[in-house]
C-alpha cells in the first residue's frame, strides 16, 4: 500500500524551501493579485479514498484546463464530426500562437491551444439553449458541486486584453471555421476560462477520464472511447510547447492553465490536482510541474 499523504508531505516540504517559485501570469489584474506562495494539491483515487495538502479548498482561476472540459461536453453531444475542423497532433507551440492556422487554412493543430478551444466554444455555441448556464451545468454536474461559478472579473477583463483570441476568431472565421459570431463565441470561450475552482473540484470534475467516462455519482457521461481519446489529446497536447517535457517528466496526461493549475490522471487509478500560480517561460506551473514530478517518482505510478 502506498503512503500518499506521507508522499503528498514529502512534496510540500520540498516545495515551500524552493526559492524560485516562478512568474505570475500578469496580463490581467485579477490574476497578477494572487499569493505567489500559494500551493495545494489533491489527490482523488479512483477506489474513492481522497488525500490533500496545503491549498487544496482555495479557488482559484483554471483558465485553460477548462478547455478538456469544454471538448468533453462538445464530444458528448456531437460525436467524431467535431474532427473535420480540428485536428489532433501537438503543436509545439505557445498557447496562443496564430501561424499554423494560416498554414493550415484554419484548422487548428489540437483543441487544447486556444484556437482549436475557440473552435470547440464555436461548436457549443451552436448546440447548446443556454450555452454559458449549460456548460456551468455541465461541470456542476460532474463534480456533484453547484457551488462552482464563473468569475465574471475575469470574465471581463479577458475580453478588453483578448487581442490575440480576437485574432484567432477573426482568422477562423474568415477560413469559414466558425457558424457564430466572433463575439459570442468569444464571450463564451473568456467564460469557460473564467471558471473559478478548488484542487479538489478540479480532481472531481476530471474523474469521467479516469474512469472510463463514469463521473465521479457513477453517471455515464462520456463513452469510453471518448475518455480514452480526450487522455491521448491531453497525453500529446496539454502542456503546448512543454508537452514534451511534461511526458517526460511526469510520465501522465494532463492539462495545465495560466492561474497555475494542473490536473493529471492515471486512467482507472487516480487523478491530481495541483495549484501553484507561478509559471515557468512557458506559462506551465513550474512548482506544479515539479510536484508532480516527485509525485510519480515517489509513488512510481505513471503512464509508463
Ligand atoms: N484565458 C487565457 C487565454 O485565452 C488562457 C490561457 C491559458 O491558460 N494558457 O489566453
Redesign the pocket.
Known amino acids: 500500500m502506498i503512503d500518499y499523504q506521507g508522499i503528498l508531505n514529502n512534496i510540500y516540504q520540498t516545495v515551500i524551501l524552493e526559492k524560485d517559485k516562478g512568474e505570475i501570469a500578469t ?1 490581467i489584474p485579477e490574476l497578477a493579485n494572487v499569493d505567489k506562495n500559494a500551493f495545494g494539491i489533491h489527490l482523488h483515487l479512483i477506489s474513492g479514498e481522497t488525500f490533500s495538502v496545503g491549498d487544496s479548498e482555495k479557488k482559484f482561476s483554471i ?3 477548462s478547455k478538456v472540459l469544454s471538448l468533453a461536453l462538445a464530444m458528448s453531444k456531437v460525436g467524431s464530426d467535431i474532427w473535420n475542423r480540428l485536428d489532433v497532433e501537438p503543436s509545439g507551440n505557445p ?2 500562437h496564430l501561424s499554423l492556422l494560416e498554414l493550415e487554412e484554419g484548422i487548428p493543430r489540437n483543441p487544447l491551444i ?1 484556437s482549436g ?1 475557440i473552435v470547440i466554444a464555436d461548436v457549443l455555441v451552436s448546440v447548446l439553449d443556454n450555452p454559458k448556464e449549460d456548460f456551468l451545468n455541465f461541470v456542476r454536474d460532474l463534480t456533484g458541486d453547484s457551488s462552482i461559478d464563473y468569475d465574471l472579473k475575469v470574465a471581463y477583463s ?1 475580453k478588453i486584453t ?1 487581442y ?2 480576437y485574432a484567432a476568431a477573426n482568422l477562423l472565421k474568415s477560413f469559414n471555421n466558425l457558424e457564430n459570431e466572433v463575439d459570442d463565441v468569444l464571450d463564451f ?2 467564460h469557460q ?1 473564467s471558471l473559478n475552482m478548488t484542487c479538489a473540484q478540479l480532481t472531481k470534475a476530471f474523474f469521467v477520464f479516469a474512469n472510463k467516462g463514469k463521473c465521479l455519482l457513477e453517471k455515464t457521461r462520456l463513452t469510453k472511447s471518448q475518455a480514452k481519446r480526450i487522455s491521448a489529446i491531453m497525453l500529446t497536447c496539454g502542456f ?1 510547447d512543454e508537452a514534451g517535457e511534461f511526458a517526460f517528466e511526469v510520465g501522465l496526461p494532463g492539462k ?4 497555475g493549475g494542473i490536473v493529471a490522471l492515471l486512467p482507472n487509478e487516480f487523478v491530481i490536482s495541483v495549484w501553484a500560480p507561478g509559471l515557468n517561460e512557458r ?1 506551465n506551473s513550474k512548482l506544479g510541474m515539479q510536484a508532480l514530478e516527485q509525485f510519480t517518482t515517489e509513488t512510481n505510478q505513471s503512464i509508463f
Open positions: 496580463y483558465q485553460s484546463i498557447f496562443n486556444n478551444a479577458e483578448g490575440r483570441n470561450y473568456f476560462c503546448y495545465s492553465g495560466v492561474g506559462g
